[in-house]
C-alpha cells in the first residue's frame, strides 16, 4: 500500500512548468488509488500552459494538468467492488453529482457540478498517483495497453460524437480537422461500421496520418476546392455526415455547404469568437440536423466493448513519448511542433519509455 511522497508536474503560471514532491493521495471509501503507468498531453492542457485560462476557467493557483490515463489499480476503498488490487484500469476523469435532472437523465457531461480532472481548480493527473471513484474506472481487457486505455478518453469524444451524429454503416463521412480527436473520430467512425471517411487538414502530416489510419482521402482546404472534390470521390453523392473538430469559424460555416441536404453536422472543435456567421438559409432549405458536443457521457464501456473486437489502432496517433521528468519538453513539444506532433504521452513511472 503506497504511502508517502511521489513526483507531480506542477504549473505555478503560464509558461512554468516542474516536477515537484507532493503527497501520494489517500483514497476515500469509495475510491480507489490508481498508477498512473501513461498520460496523454491534451489540446486543453497545452491551452491552460500557454494561457492560463479556459473561457470561464481560469488557473489561479499551482495546479496539476493532465485528464487522459490509464494504470494499474493498487488500493481501494472499503465501499469500492468494481475493481481490485492489480486492475489494469483506463479512467473516466469527469465526476458528476449523480443528483440533478442531467445526471438522473443520462447526459452527465451536462452536469453543472462535474468535477473534472485538470479544470481549475482540480489537480488533474501528470503525476505518479490519483486517487478516483470506484465508478470512474473501467477495467482494461488483457488485449488492450495502457496507452490504448488513456486514448479512451480523446476517442470518447469522438465515440459521442457520432452517437449525437446517428451514425449509421452507410454514412459517408467528412471529418474537418485531423488532430487526435478529428483522428479518434474517424477510428470511432469504423467501430460505427462506417467504411468511407474523408478528411480535411492545412497540415501535411496530418493528412499522411490520417491516410495511414485508413482515411479514404485526406483534402487541404487552402488548396483543394472540397466540396467539388467530395462530389468526384462520392459520385455525386455527398457526405452525409460532418464532424467538424478544428474550430476553425471559417471552416464551421462551410460544414453547410459541404454536407449534402438532409444532411448531419455534429460541432466538436470550439471557436476562439465567441459568434460565428452561418448560412441559415442553406441550413433551413436543405433540412440539416446540427448538433453540439461537450465531452462524452456513458462512451468508455461502449468504447472498451468495440475497440477490443475490432483491428483500429488507435495507438497510431502517439508520435512522442516522455518520462515525467521531462514534462517541460514534452508540453512545450505538443505546443510548438503542431506540425508533426499528434498525441505526446507522458510515462510517470518511466523516465526513458
Not at 9 to 19: I, K, N, R, T
Not at 283 to 305: H, K, L, M, S, W
Not at 317 to 336: F, M, N, P, Q
Request: aromatic content about 8%.
Amino acid at each position: 500500500m503506497p504511502a508517502g511522497m511521489m513526483n507531480a508536474a506542477v504549473m505555478d503560471e503560464p509558461l512554468s512548468v516542474a516536477v515537484r514532491r507532493t503527497e501520494i493521495p489517500v483514497p476515500a471509501d469509495n475510491e480507489a488509488l490508481v498508477k498512473v503507468y501513461c498520460i496523454g498531453i491534451c489540446g486543453s492542457d497545452v491551452h491552460y500552459y500557454e494561457h492560463g485560462k479556459i473561457g470561464r476557467y481560469v488557473v489561479k493557483a499551482p495546479i496539476v494538468l493532465g485528464h487522459e490515463l490509464a494504470g494499474e489499480v493498487v488500493e481501494v476503498g472499503k465501499d469500492v467492488t468494481n475493481v481490485a488490487v492489480g486492475d489494469r484500469v483506463a479512467v473516466e476523469p469527469g465526476v458528476a453529482c449523480g443528483r440533478c435532472d442531467y445526471c438522473k437523465s443520462g447526459r452527465y457531461n451536462l452536469c453543472p457540478d462535474v468535477v473534472f480532472l485538470a479544470t481549475p481548480p482540480v489537480n488533474g493527473a501528470w503525476q505518479e498517483y490519483v486517487a478516483m471513484p470506484g465508478d470512474y474506472l473501467f477495467k482494461l481487457p488483457d488485449s488492450m495497453s495502457f496507452e490504448e486505455g488513456a486514448l479512451l478518453e480523446p476517442l470518447s469524444v469522438g465515440f459521442h460524437a457520432l452517437l449525437r451524429g446517428q451514425a449509421k454503416p452507410f454514412d459517408r463521412l467528412l471529418v474537418t480537422g485531423l488532430g487526435p480527436i478529428g483522428l479518434l473520430a474517424g477510428q470511432a467512425a469504423k467501430l460505427f461500421g462506417i467504411s468511407e471517411i474523408y478528411g480535411t487538414d492545412v497540415v501535411p502530416f496530418r493528412r499522411e496520418l490520417a491516410l495511414d489510419m485508413g482515411f479514404t482521402a485526406a483534402l487541404d482546404p487552402m488548396n483543394d476546392n472540397v466540396g467539388e472534390r467530395l462530389a468526384e470521390l462520392t459520385g455525386g453523392k455527398g457526405v452525409t455526415l460532418v464532424v467538424e473538430s478544428s474550430g476553425n469559424a471559417g471552416a464551421m460555416a462551410d460544414t453547410i455547404k459541404l454536407v449534402r441536404r438532409g444532411g448531419r453536422i455534429v460541432f466538436v472543435g470550439l471557436p476562439s469568437a465567441g459568434a460565428v456567421p452561418m448560412d441559415m438559409g442553406g441550413f433551413i432549405d436543405g433540412e440539416i440536423d446540427a448538433y453540439g458536443v461537450f465531452r462524452y457521457a456513458n462512451t468508455y464501456p461502449a468504447t472498451i466493448q468495440a475497440l477490443r473486437r475490432s483491428s483500429v489502432d488507435i495507438e497510431k496517433i502517439i508520435t512522442h513519448r516522455y518520462g515525467l521528468s521531462d514534462i517541460k519538453e514534452a508540453v512545450e513539444t505538443a505546443r510548438t511542433q503542431k506540425d508533426t506532433s499528434i498525441k505526446v504521452m507522458v510515462y510517470p513511472h518511466f523516465p526513458q519509455p
